[in-house]
């Protein structure tokens, strides 16, 4: 049993004894009022979705599942197609995906992540090296405190690309680290 609190985004719950995916969760409150937690789900069994409201403290089964390393194909609208190393391929659908679709890209490595026989989404590597495709170039003489600046970064589908926040001092065409649980630089990775 976990609380509220504890779950996170792709943790699969038991809620009226179904299993549910959470897609979303955004959190309100504070530490004196206490948090509530909104879910955006779906039910595995039926795709069905659901939107509700927990405390913080309320507890819930979390369901632990089989995983197995694959790398992604391609997209065939509105799946993507993953392989494992037997060359047997798994569908996602694209709501399932989450913000792994942010981040893929051909020959990608991760985790695909299964319930009762079936592929249900992916799970990334914590980090990530992805090139800058595009950037602004730094402003001369702003360059007082953490100043940041977006970076817009290679996606395998140009319509889910995604920006990183990014020092000034990178710059369109280098390689950077991503943590992708925060979606926060790192790095800039070296050849």
Do not use: H
């Not at 038991?14 to 009022?33: A, E, H, Q, Y």
Request: charged share 30%; with cysteine.
């Amino acid at each position: 049993m976990k609380f509220a609190k504890e779950v996170r985004v792709g943790n699969i719950i038991m809620v009226d004894g179904k299993p549910f995916i959470v897609l979303r969760s955004d959190v309100n409150g504070s530490s004196r009022t206490g948090f509530t937690y909104k879910w955006k789900m779906k039910n595995l069994l039926t795709n069905s979705p659901l939107e509700n409201v927990f405390r913080g403290d309320d507890k819930f089964d979390v369901v632990v599942l089989d995983k197995k390393p694959v790398t992604y194909s391609y997209f065939a609208d509105p799946l993507f197609v993953f392989m494992d190393e037997e060359y047997n391929q798994y569908e996602i659908e694209e709501e399932n995906m989450g913000d792994a679709i942010k981040y893929l890209k051909d020959g990608m490595e991760c985790e695909a992540v299964f319930y009762d026989g079936k592929a249900i989404s992916v799970e990334l590597p914590t980090t990530i090296a992805r090139k800058i495709v595009y950037s602004e170039p730094a402003v001369k003489g702003n360059t007082s405190g953490n100043v940041l600046k977006e970076a817009k970064i290679e996606n395998a589908i140009e319509a889910n690309s995604t920006t990183v926040q990014v020092p000034l001092f990178v710059d369109q065409g280098d390689t950077i680290e991503i943590d992708t649980r925060t979606n926060e630089y790192k790095r800039i990775v070296r050849d």
